[in-house]
């Protein structure tokens, strides 16, 4: 325990020695001085304990000296103790006590007394010093836990407005991924719509077109007759256009994908585009060099950007400036693209944009802002068609009056080969006149087989038809010989491609070609080189077939 100090004041040397030798025994430190101003110069330099002060002192009293001690700050509660030699009044003791005084001891000094009043000043002392630094102590460490609890409270407060961001951003996403479900739900559901009316409507239409033909062959010459029929062809090849946006819309057109240079394919068709758009729209390009080949339908593409600018050219009624824009950029590549190397084909117009609702929607089949009579609603649903069934998906990005851009992300060729679908058709086309055959006909609609059977009869053919596959199968299996077996696929209780397969198993060196209005025909079970028609066929698409079925049947025989 640090030893503490104890200040003793009396102008006689005498009396501060008896002083001394009463308390050096109790340890402490013990500081002399025989005036006030000895006294005051030592309180201002140590920190003091007790005082022992002598009442009678000649320049300045006891009373006075005490007084001036209690102005000081430091010393307001120190402990002091009066030593007077001469019997104080009552009077004397009280201007002692208000002067600030606590104690008296009275001469001749008892030895014992002095030294307990002492200690039990020096012990109050200690202790008030100790509760002061306990005070301190716990201040400090309340000051800490404040700043900590302050601290904790501001992080958790910053957690909880980080986990409220998280929530609501979690929940702009979930709300984001719902609405394009909803709208994938919705273009699935009109799809499937769209394909089922289309077929039917392909059905129609191949016998609207087969029976014109064949009528246009058989009508002797007559400049109205003949311009009457070019009308009625004309209109239902525009319908057969039709039916092609509305199942490229499904997904169902069949499409020729082979490895395109897309610079090269922009360079063959920018006249076109030019024409088309006319003198007040400017195109400018930015497609770089060495763009990897893409996998896709190239006459199809072509058609899709026609498309494109056409739809940017009538959202610039005072003209402007259409840029198409090619780029292999894995960055920018959108949610839901399988893995893998792809290319975006961007056309953007500075047009009078769309608002949200109206690119929402903008993909929808028969969906159109031009008016009444001025679009069909087909062209960027046929765009978007064309990108989901080449394995790809469509971007549309609109701001009401600054502009639309489309985008076209399509796959990398990998190996595949590039070759035109033109020279493949020419070949086809080439193909030498069949020989005359016995062919069975199977198809539930009626007008269809009939004016299937009449093109293959102009043909020079022989024909049996069958108004469902097990009527086919009973065919096949009575004693007629038929050389080949023209078949719908959509029919019910047996489709085209199951009657197929029983015929390659159970009559092996059959040709077969299978017909439909949809792309979508299986392909296992040993039918992905099967012959097949996309209705509706013409006169010419059908003797090509037939030629090319005969021909691979002899080659496998």
Same mark, same amino acid.
């Given at each position: ?301 072509? $058609? &899709?950007?026609?498309?494109?600018? +056409? ?6 009624? !005072?003209? =402007? %400036?259409? *840029? ?61 068609? $064309? &990108?989901?069934?080449?394995?790809? +998906? ?6 009401? !009056?600054? =502009? %639309?851009? *489309? ?41 269809v087989s009939m004016g299937t059977s009449a093109m293959l009869e102009d043909l020079g053919h022989a024909t049996v038809e069958a108004g469902s596959a097990a009527i086919a199968l009973e065919m096949l299996a009575s004693d007629k010989r038929f050389d080949l077996v023209i078949t719908d696929h959509a029919m019910p209780g047996m489709t085209g491609a199951e009657l197929a397969r029983l015929i390659l198993s ?52």
């Open positions: 325990m640090n030893p503490v100090n104890i200040l003793l004041v009396d102008d006689q040397p005498a009396k501060l020695l008896s002083y001394e030798v009463v308390l050096q025994d109790l340890g402490e430190n013990l500081i002399k001085a025989q005036s006030a101003r000895e006294a005051l110069e030592h309180l201002l330099r140590n920190e003091i304990a007790v005082i022992l002060v002598d009442v009678c002192m000649p320049e300045q009293d006891g009373f006075e000296l005490v007084s001036m001690i209690r102005e000081h700050p430091r010393y307001q509660n120190t402990a002091i103790i009066f030593v007077s030699a001469v019997m104080m009044a009552e009077p004397d003791r009280l201007r002692g006590y208000e002067a600030g005084a606590v104690d008296y001891v009275s001469v001749p000094i008892v030895p014992e007394v002095l030294r307990a009043k002492v200690r039990v000043f020096i012990d109050l002392y200690r202790k008030t010093h100790e509760l002061e630094l306990l005070n301190a102590d716990l201040e400090a460490r309340v000051h800490q836990r404040t700043a900590e609890l302050e601290a904790s409270s501001t992080q958790l407060r910053q957690l909880n407005e980080e986990l409220e961001q998280r929530i609501e951003q979690r929940t702009r996403e979930r709300e984001e991924a719902l609405a394009q479900l909803f709208e994938a739900q919705k273009l699935d559901t009109i799809g499937r719509l769209t394909g089922g009316v289309a077929h039917d409507f392909n059905n129609l239409l191949m016998v609207v077109l087969g029976s014109l033909n064949l009528l246009r062959k058989r009508l002797a010459p007559d400049e109205k007759s003949e311009r009457l029929i070019g009308n009625a062809l004309q209109a239902a090849e525009r319908g057969a256009a039709l039916t092609q946006r509305l199942l490229a819309f499904a997904r169902r057109q069949e499409l020729k994908p082979q490895a395109i240079d897309f610079s090269q394919l922009f360079e063959n068709i920018e006249d076109l585009l030019t024409k088309a758009l006319g003198p007040s729209i400017d195109i400018r390009k930015e497609i770089p060099t060495g763009l990897p080949r893409l996998v896709v339908d190239g006459n199809q593409l072509e $058609l &899709a950007l026609l498309n494109l600018f +056409v739809n940017a050219r009538d959202a610039m009624a !005072g003209g =402007g %400036t259409v *840029v198409v824009s090619a780029e292999e950029n894995e960055d920018l590549r959108p949610a839901g693209l399988t893995a893998g190397r792809y290319v975006r084909i961007s056309v953007s117009d500075n047009g009078e944009g769309m608002d949200e609702t109206t690119a929402v929607r903008a993909a929808e089949p028969f969906f159109t802002t031009k008016g009444l009579g001025k679009g069909t609603g087909l062209g960027l649903s046929m765009v978007h068609g $064309l &990108a989901a069934q080449s394995g790809g +998906v469509l971007d549309l990005r609109s701001i009401k !009056g600054e =502009g %639309t851009t *489309v985008s076209l992300w399509l796959p990398v060729a990998q190996n595949v080969e590039a070759a035109s679908s033109a020279e493949s058709d020419r070949q086809e086309s080439a193909a030498s006149p069949s020989s005359t055959l016995r062919v069975l006909v199977v198809d539930d609609d009626l007008l159970s009559f092996p060196g059959l040709p077969v070609i299978l017909a439909s209005g949809y792309a979508e025909l299986p392909n296992d079970h040993g039918l992905a080189k099967l012959c097949r028609m996309t209705k509706p066929f013409t006169q010419e698409q059908l003797q090509v077939a037939v030629q090319r079925a005969t021909t691979a049947s002899a080659s496998a025989a």
